[in-house]
């Protein structure tokens, strides 16, 4: 498969791949770029030429554009090692960022019709995602993509589009991290969460996800447990029980802080890590009911 790539003007410029990158979100331009591991084809590969190739005027263009081979002339010259260093830095962010966000899309196309329902709710709190993070472009290109995306899902059938699925989830296991793995889940379970209902459908559906994400349950029942304000719920939130000793609360939360700390996520952009601060100050809200239900 060709790797995927959107047409994006005067991405270049002299003040670094973080600050363009900024940049191109202020304007709406998201999922541009290329997709990172999705590029090596398998079944978000198939998505993405289905779901991605038709949306856009520039299809499945090729990378090598003027403005990103590298510059002519001496090979040793050092503007010409800086800027293609420059290079394969954007390119490494914007390949984690992409594949994360459309790995994100694909996966909520499942939780959404989990319920046999495609719910105004649902779909309103990815628009309000994509709004605040990306602009009014993404908005309408993100709805367009769920929307090719629960096509596919009615041709394929619901057991062939749940394989697709869960051919998706093992791929992403295999090439993103635990921490990005977990901030995923946390926004499908958000999504899941937008009618002020978590149907049961909808928790074995973010159940087989997380598993063929090798997530463990016991990741999925902690967040199902977050932002909750009775102790019982903080306890679930660090996976143990409330008869667990002094040393062992410490010694879950400290293993909470490190699987989800923000920086585990801090290549994704500047509002996928504000997310993951929210829900690691959610886990330290229930870290501090039990530690003050206990006197520590």
Known sequence: MQAVIFHRQNQRGP?????????????????????????GGGPLGALAGFALGALFDAGLNSVNTADNTSSSGNAHDGYSQDRQHTYRQRRTYEGERNSFLFSLLVLASYIIRADGRIMHSEMELVRQFLRRNFGETAVKQGEQILLRLFEEAKKMGSYEYGDTIRKCCRQIAANMSYGQRLQLLDFLLMIARADSHVDASEIDALREVAQHLNLSAADLDSMLNLGQKDLESAYRVLGVAS?????????????????????RVATLGEDIKKAAEKKFQEINDAKERIYRARGL
């Open 15 to 39: 003040s670094g791949p973080l600050a363009q990158r900024h940049q191109d979100m202020a304007t709406g331009k998201w999922i541009g770029g290329f997709l990172g591991f999705i590029m």
């Open 243 to 263: 008869t667990a000793t002094d040393s062992q609360v410490k010694d879950a939360y400290r293993r909470m802080a490190l699987r989800h700390h923000p920086d």
